[in-house]
């Protein structure tokens, strides 16, 4: 399954009782399908708040339905903030989490008042500006492959911290200003956070981003990030940037 | 006042008993600002579910706050979906209405499935691929000064069905690819349909959008458009198109 959902509304991806999760939503909907009970495994978990664009998971089931007739009826039995974008069949040795090769994540900002309504669900509200030509210096300290034991928050039990960064980036963008009421070139850009690797550690996008807004509005020099990387330790780095900026954007996986 | 507002959750800007309107939420956060009832007048009222990236209204009272300190205290009893962008001090004869020079609305469409779960509130979904190419060749039509009575609901008391319409573009758009699940060039752009007038008749835009989806969709040809112009009569028209596609982008005054 390839899903891209709004979390806004969910205890995140983990089936939780009680609560409205995104396995949750897919499970009952499968089942509504497919007539017997399944479990859904994504890729990752996804915490509580945070979307995604292109979210990957499995399942298994007995069915003569074509994949195309099972994604249309899945499709149909979902809630409307969650969509399910592709279907198709896996051969059995197949793992959504271990074959996983490379994730991308993106982080938004808004770092000039006012927010607009558009926003607030999607971007961390920040009301200093930030610098993100100092975020993008500090950020390439972090590319590559390091241990990220730093930015890792507990709560995970990953036997290695080691991870490779293949690409960590902080641009300015354009392209939410459709739904921008500032006009463009006068603040109406938001801050885009794009990072992909090789794996990622518990809440290592939102630690990153955590510690690059510390640097980006001047409370840290560019060379600190170094520093946190070195010191493998979770104090070291920036606080955690909250959920709901954050977006799954894709998840690869070998041919 | 300057305001952006996400409509979703509004039955309409116009204050209504019993039911959340933005009306009634501005007027509630300035009367608790200054201390005595007030009376909010926008350059026209938005349906429910209608937003808006730049509607001005107006309001009197007597306060010697500074109107920086007036907007930052009433912006901070507003509800997070009613951003409050400016404030400023006009003339006694300054009417929102009446002088009212321009106003520019927006309207966003998905014609390709799937739809993501970042849109679904903010664009109109269609199941089939519209001719953007087509659409903008009806729309040259309605370009000019005309009488558009054909594109005006019934329920409003307007002496006058003649309007200007100074601009009416029709744009594939990939402004909004941040949060579309889907990769650029291919059908992760939107349809943006931008439309500037001296005044805008009742659902007019969103007459006019219904309209040109009948071309763009292939079930009328694009001469249709100039036929519904002249028979001056709105059951010549198309649907009227659904309101959470529409934004109010801008209202002009003179200087």
């Known amino acids: 399954l390839t899903l891209a959902y709004d979390g806004t509304h969910y205890a995140g991806w983990q089936w939780q009782p009680q ?3 995104v396995q949750g939503a897919l499970e009952k909907a499968i089942q509504r ?4 009970p399944v479990r859904v495994v994504a890729s990752g978990r996804t915490d509580a708040g945070v979307h995604a664009l292109g979210q990957v998971a499995q399942f298994s089931c007995d069915t003569q339905l074509p994949t195309e007739v099972l994604q249309r009826a899945i499709a149909a039995y979902l809630p409307l903030d969650v969509v399910l974008l592709g279907l198709s069949e896996v051969p059995p040795e197949f793992h959504a989490i271990r074959d996983a090769r490379r994730k991308r994540y993106r982080y938004l900002i808004v770092d000039n008042q006012p927010i607009g309504p558009f926003e607030r669900l999607y971007a961390w509200q920040l009301r200093t500006a930030l610098s993100d030509e ?8 972090l590319i590559g492959k390091h241990d990220f034991a730093s930015f890792e928050s507990s709560g995970s039990e990953r036997a290695s911290t080691v991870r490779t960064v293949l690409e960590l980036s902080v641009a300015r963008t354009e392209h939410w200003r459709l739904l921008s009421p500032r006009p463009v070139g006068q603040g109406g850009e938001l801050l885009s956070i794009e990072i992909e690797a090789d794996g990622f550690l518990y809440n290592m996008v939102r630690n990153i981003v955590g510690t690059l807004v510390e640097v980006g509005r001047g409370a840290k020099p560019v060379e600190w990030v170094a520093e946190v990387l070195l010191a493998k330790n979770r104090q070291a780095a920036g606080p955690t940037a909250p959920p709901h900026g954050l977006f799954l954007v894709r998840v690869d996986y070998d041919e």
């Open 19 to 21: 609560l409205a999760t």
């Open 33 to 36: 399908v497919v007539a017997n």
């Open 134 to 141: 100092n975020m993008t210096r500090a950020a390439a300290t």
